[in-house]
């Protein structure tokens, strides 16, 4: 089976509770993706439940990109 991701995920600030629609790129399946807004970039780390990342003194999570497997 063949595994790929789609290039787009959603991040939640978790103090104002406030979703956005990202670009996901770099993606490593329990390890880490990049997450860019405009022209910033959040580095998501795994935490063992959902990626956490930290940009100009806010935190962000994200469950990731969604996963697709092919034969």
Known sequence: MRQTF?????I???LTEQSV???A???RENQ?????????KIRM????KI??????GM????????EYKTR
């Open 6 to 10: 789609a290039n787009r995920a959603i």
């Open 12 to 14: 939640t600030n978790t």
């Open 21 to 23: 629609e990202v670009e």
């Open 25 to 27: 790129d770099n993606m």
């Open 32 to 40: 880490s993706f990049d997450a860019y807004v405009v022209t910033n």
């Open 45 to 48: 780390r795994w935490n063992g």
């Open 51 to 56: 990626y956490v990342g930290n940009a100009h």
């Open 59 to 66: 935190e962000f999570t994200s469950y990731g990109p969604k």
